[in-house]
């Protein structure tokens, strides 16, 4: 461990050097130029933020992809609405009280750059659906039930390009500001020793309310002049130590020591924390191991998570079980700045598989 | 040429020397616990396209955000925690913001309001993490009096695309509405959405009015009324005010009624010479069929989701316990071995559990089991609860809940099936006997 | 067991009577409504009355825990009502079945209809025609005690008969 923060340490410092002085005098070639003019005026903070990384391995970034608008899916575009049928004025003569009136036009609208693979059956096409209950007496005509709205393909795949994997300093305030209000509701009931579930429940409530890591004494996550101005350093620190660690991968690494059981366990405990599970859905019952790719700084390479292997459940369950875990993978590594893992032994955790789940039914 | 540089360096600094050797494989690690918290997400406020929407953006997004919360599934993270805003509808999204305050969803909507008083409602899920929308945007049109459903209709896709299951929110629950001591209550056939709100009555407070039911289509409803001074069976279509009884035995008692998922049939109970028997009724032709002829009680039906079962409690055994027949009748097939007695099977619409009210030791409790008895999980725990109904996706049910004592009074529950989520169903009285409709169209 | 043994004693002594006897069912409304004075047509101390009969004969048996069947307390007032009720002829019954808050609601129902229909046969074996009888179950929808403990609930376990005057059903 130490030995990789030294080592990055020395990095980051001959990085920073780079950054400043190669950056003065390389700028005109590069494209970036633009945004390497504010790296020469690092502020006390902005060095330390730079700085500070060293310490969790690199790149901090808060790359604000909002201002290079990279290839964002959505391109704007019209709705448009006006396209769909719009068939079910008529208002539904409900019921003297009834409030709403229940007639809809689900439209497809909102179009969006979405690359929908195996796009389903188009998002049907705004069938028009009558109101529920149209006139009071017409009670025999099953009002058509329709899907409540065009179901959409998955989501993509976990290509989520080059985009910076920044540390995500987890929210300051969230996490304690929605106090769960449920919770406190179910354990009251949950006081008998006759329920199984209720048995369940005292496991699974204390966990609930603390897991989530309060990572790092909640400090401001962007506050006046936040260090806006050194993204760009940023983004060519990660594209550079992406570059730097991609060769290493290829020429076979000495494996390092073992991991112990105790880095074992920790590992697993972080990425443990990260994956949140609902007993009462059935991708519960998907077993799914999935594969990734570490660089040296302990972070998923290309945010890439590939599913090794599934088993049980549905199509659905499987679906929404392996985005379970990939979101685990990926949160994780964000949420701790990269995962807990010796540097010395990169060898052995370069390449990781995870299974998640234990299969089986459900709720058991 | 800079970012060689950084290579270079990072390479001599970081890569440390390496031997030549073959790769050891992959870390495998299992992980079967994770953690059961409500997955953060950004409920972003409405967009209001134009001044008079504005007031409707600010309440559909209330009610996606109580919608999703409500499941115990969800946090959402309030907007003082936001790093940047969504400042147009299709902006791009700064995935990097929502992911660092650790946002799994992102849901961005927009509202108009048009000249004719409709409703335009769109919104946008995106994958946080993965840095991709997550499905289609769609848009919604409505009347302003529906804003409710169409902000239900949003939550029911934001709740589908990020569990994988279907959801529930756009649902009402037909219900009674109770009023008065214990011994004199007046019950009163009401209608509301799911989470309480537009409540509607079917019926006024004159006589006692019992478990009402859903057709699958949601249109009509099935109750037992004490009107004629004698419980039968009554249909009424939603929205309607004059009610039909459906021609059975004036002499006997009909009750517990519940349509076939054809909605053509209902199957019911009668009691006749203190003999309470199942029955089939054909709705066109008025045909009857009885399905069950023991001296024992045979009652509280209901159809398992395909049609072909019909689940049921029996005290056959000695005491009440629960039983499934084909839905022509044969032999019925005990399914219930526990301790106690087991009332009210509903049929879970994914077919997969059925719900049950159990009595043990003084105590009822709220439970599923799979349909062959096995893996019996009790809910739910207290004086008394019973009656349980599925909400459309089969993940919730909502049930009844009595206090004791002489200032006892009934209030609706609801509960999540991993025995998470127990809450109170807002509604403004007493209520008691909630049934589910299917998800509205 | 004591409790319930208590509550069909006083059953079988017709000082369970009825404050709330005619609170139920349409078809109670020709009984016992008036209160005039001793002795006076249709007062309690008018063996035809049906105020005679609620509060002397007793109208009503109590049974236990999901239970319909008759004790020797309920069988001797219930004998107590055949022979009232073939004495005056004038008057039919509708006999109500109930029962406590400790079941589910469908269940309740026939269990009430049960008790009834114990009932009614009992009368009808007893020589009562059996067009003057009906039956009809409020399950547990209208307890006549409202506590929540086995005093209550011993009380609701019943069924009363309801006496209308005129004849036949």
């Known amino acids: 461990m130490r030995l990789g923060w030294t080592l990055s340490g020395a990095g980051h410092l001959g990085l920073m050097l780079v950054v400043l002085f190669g950056g003065l005098f390389a700028g005109e070639q590069i494209p970036e130029s633009v945004v390497l003019s504010e790296v020469s005026i690092l502020s006390e903070e902005e060095f330390a933020a730079l700085a500070r990384p060293a310490t969790a391995p690199e790149t901090q970034s808060d790359a604000p992809q909002v201002a290079l608008p990279e290839p964002v899916q959505d391109a704007p575009e019209a709705p448009a609405e006006d396209s769909a049928p719009e068939v079910s004025a008529p208002e539904p003569v409900e019921a003297p009280e009834t409030p709403d009136s229940p007639e809809f036009e689900v439209e497809p609208p909102v179009p969006q750059a979405v690359v929908v693979e195996d796009a389903p059956a188009e998002p049907a096409p705004p069938s028009e659906i009558d109101g529920t209950t149209a006139t009071p007496d017409q009670v025999a005509a099953p009002a058509p039930r329709v899907a409540p709205v065009p179901q959409v393909a998955p989501p993509p795949e976990a290509e989520a390009g080059p985009e910076l994997i920044e540390d995500s300093t987890p929210d300051p305030e969230a996490p304690p500001a929605e106090p769960q209000e449920d919770t406190p509701a179910q354990a009251p009931e949950a006081a008998s020793d006759r329920i199984v579930t209720e048995a369940e429940e005292e496991k699974t409530y204390a966990p609930a309310s603390s897991k989530r890591p309060r990572s790092r004494p909640a400090r401001p996550v962007r506050t006046a002049e936040p260090p806006r101005t050194t993204p760009a350093t940023d983004d060519a620190v990660a594209a550079a130590l992406a570059e730097a660690a991609a060769p290493d991968p290829e020429p076979a690494v000495a494996p390092g020591p073992r991991l112990s059981g105790g880095q074992r366990e920790d590992f697993k405990a972080s990425v443990q924390n990260c994956w949140i599970t609902d007993p009462g859905a059935p991708w519960m019952q998907v077993v799914v191991v999935v594969g990734f790719e570490l660089d040296r700084s302990r972070k998923v390479v290309g945010n890439k998570v590939r599913q090794v292997s599934i088993e049980g459940g549905d199509a659905a369950a499987q679906r929404t079980a392996f985005e379970k875990a990939k979101r685990a993978v990926l949160r994780c590594q964000n949420q701790n700045g990269g995962f807990r893992l010796p540097a010395e032994s990169f060898g052995r955790w370069q390449q990781v598989e995870i299974k998640f789940g234990r299969g089986g039914v459900a709720l058991q | 040429m800079i970012k060689f540089c950084l290579s270079l360096i990072l390479a001599l600094g970081l890569a440390a020397p390496l031997t030549a050797q073959e790769r050891s494989g992959p870390l495998r690690i299992e992980i079967t616990e994770g953690v059961i918290e409500p997955v953060p997400i950004a409920v972003a406020p409405f967009l209001a396209e134009n001044a008079a929407a504005s007031d409707f953006a600010r309440r559909i997004t209330d009610v996606v955000a109580a919608d999703l919360i409500g499941t115990g599934l969800f946090r959402n993270i309030p907007e003082s925690a936001y790093i940047s805003r969504v400042s147009g509808f299709d902006a791009p999204v700064a995935y990097a913001d929502w992911r660092a305050i650790n946002a799994e969803a992102l849901v961005v909507g927009a509202v108009t309001l048009s000249s004719d008083n409709r409703l335009l409602v769109k919104f946008r899920l995106f994958d946080v993490f993965s840095g991709a929308p997550l499905g289609e945007g769609l848009q919604f049109a409505g009347s302003t009096g529906s804003w409710r459903r169409v902000a239900h209709k949003v939550a029911d896709q934001v709740y589908a695309r990020i569990t994988g299951e279907s959801a529930y929110f756009d649902s009402r629950v037909v219900y009674v509405e109770t009023t008065g001591p214990k011994n004199a209550r007046q019950r009163r056939l009401s209608i509301m959405d799911y989470d309480g709100a537009n409540v509607q009555y079917l019926s006024d407070a004159s006589s006692i009015v019992l478990a009402p039911r859903f057709s699958p289509t949601g249109d009509r409803v099935l109750f037992t009324s004490y009107e004629s001074g004698f419980p039968q069976i009554y249909e009424i279509a939603v929205g309607a005010t004059q009610k039909r009884a459906l021609g059975l035995d004036t002499d006997s008692m009909t009750f517990a009624p519940r349509y076939a998922p054809d909605g053509r049939r209902v199957v019911y109970s009668e009691a006749k010479g203190g003999n309470t028997d199942l029955y089939l009724l054909d709705l066109q032709s008025g045909k009857r069929n009885r399905l069950t002829s023991a001296p024992s009680i045979e009652t509280a039906p209901d159809f398992s989701p395909d049609g072909s079962q019909i689940v049921f409690e029996s005290d056959r055994s000695g005491g009440q316990q629960l039983y499934i027949m084909p839905a022509s009748g044969g032999e019925p097939k005990r399914i219930s071995f526990g301790q106690g007695r087991y009332g009210t099977p509903v049929w879970s619409p994914r077919g997969d559990y059925i719900a049950f009210t159990k009595q043990n030791a003084g105590r009822f409790h709220i439970g599923v089991m799979r349909t062959d008895g096995s893996a019996e999980r009790l809910l739910t725990a207290s004086f008394l609860d019973e009656g349980p109904t599925w909400a459309p996706n089969g993940r919730v049910l909502m049930f009844t809940r009595e206090t004791a004592g002489s200032d006892g009074e009934p209030a609706l529950f609801s509960v999540d099936i991993s025995g998470r989520n127990l809450k109170r169903v807002a509604t403004g009285t007493a209520a008691s006997d909630p049934a589910w409709s299917p998800l509205l169209p | ?169």
């Open chain 3, 1 to 169: 067991m004591k409790i319930i043994h208590a509550g069909l004693l006083i059953a079988a002594l017709g000082l369970g009577a009825c404050t709330n006897a005619d609170r139920f069912g349409p078809g109670a409304g020709g009984a016992g409504a008036g209160a005039g004075g001793a002795g006076a047509p249709g007062s309690v101390n008018d063996p035809t009355s049906a105020a005679y009969f609620n509060a002397t004969v007793g109208d009503r048996v109590l049974f236990a825990v999901d239970q319909s069947t008759l004790s020797a307390e309920a069988q001797q007032v219930l004998a107590g009502q055949a022979s009232w009720l073939m004495t005056n002829g004038a008057y039919t019954a509708l006999i109500e079945g109930h029962a406590d808050e400790q079941g589910t609601q469908a269940y309740n129902l026939a269990l009430g209809a049960r008790r009834a229909s114990a009932v009614q046969n009992f009368l009808i074996s007893q020589g009562v025609a059996p067009n003057r009888l009906r039956t009809i179950s409020y399950g547990k929808e209208r307890p006549l005690e409202i506590c929540s403990t086995e005093a209550c609930y011993s009380q609701n376990r019943r069924a009363v008969t309801v006496l209308t005057a005129g004849a036949g059903l």
